[in-house]
């Protein structure tokens, strides 16, 4: 059984960086898949962050992509993101999930239960 | 590029059908089959519930459905039951440089 995993910390602090691992269980990274990051403020909708696959390739949201660095590692099984420079408008509940298929163009069919990261000034 | 426009909410009662549409443009959902629509219960991450503008993951009840019909997707909910109750998302690959966009999501209420 796929599961994910998300951790890191719950408050960051205004103009610091925000870094979150996901676990992946029960399934090799290598195996083909590519995998995401994606992000819901309180009350809002979802939007996606960035993907990577586990050769390195990354494809990120161009409105997050100067602040935006997502890193696998697949001695570990794990994916991992970096969001620098982070404000009140980047709190949120963040969520790993894995693309259906081995396309970036593909939808999330496993999720992780999503962490929440709170920005305080 | 903003969300995909979906109607804020909808309802309907226990074994009716509704239907939740999702707008977009030839660049998105009218130029590609990569639409898929989540179901988020609060305080849950989204499930995937169609795949592929119509396609359902092993598991997902035969009740839901997914059409494309030019720009816009829609996602079907038959025999409505209280467990339906909960917000649902569609979600499209792009040409943009954004790639992957998100609806503004559609709450579902169960009368």
């Known amino acids: 059984q796929v599961q994910l995993q998300e951790s890191g910390p719950g408050l960051v602090k205004s103009s610091e960086t925000l870094s979150l691992i996901c676990v992946v269980s029960?399934?090799?990274?290598?195996?083909?898949?590519?995998w995401g990051w994606i992000r819901q403020p309180p009350g809002k909708g979802l939007e996606w962050i960035g993907s990577i696959y586990h050769r390195g390739s990354t494809y990120y949201n161009p409105s997050l992509k100067s602040r935006l660095t997502i890193s696998v590692d697949t001695s570990k099984n794990q994916f991992s993101l970096n969001l620098s420079s982070v404000t009140a408008a980047d709190t949120a509940v963040y969520y790993c999930a894995r693309h259906t298929a081995a396309s970036v163009f593909d939808s999330f069919d496993i999720w992780g239960q999503g962490t929440t990261v709170t920005v305080s000034s | 590029q903003s969300a995909l426009p979906q109607p804020a909410s909808v309802s309907g009662s226990p074994g009716q059908s509704i239907t939740i549409s999702c707008t977009g443009t030839?660049?998105?959902?009218?130029?590609?089959?990569?639409v898929s629509w989540y179901q988020q219960h609060p305080g849950k991450a989204p499930k995937l519930m169609i795949y592929?503008?119509?396609n359902r993951p092993s598991g997902v009840s035969n009740r839901f459905s997914g059409s494309k019909s030019g720009n816009t997707a829609s996602l079907t909910i038959s025999g409505l039951q209280a467990e339906d109750e909960a917000d649902y998302y569609c979600?499209?690959?792009?040409?943009?440089?954004?790639?992957?966009?998100f609806g503004g999501g559609t709450k579902l209420t169960v009368l």
């Open positions: 979600s499209s690959y792009t040409s943009s440089s954004t790639l992957v966009l």
């Open positions: 029960g399934y090799s990274i290598n195996s083909g898949h590519f």
């Open positions: 592929d503008v119509s």
């Open positions: 030839n660049s998105d959902i009218g130029g590609y089959n990569y």
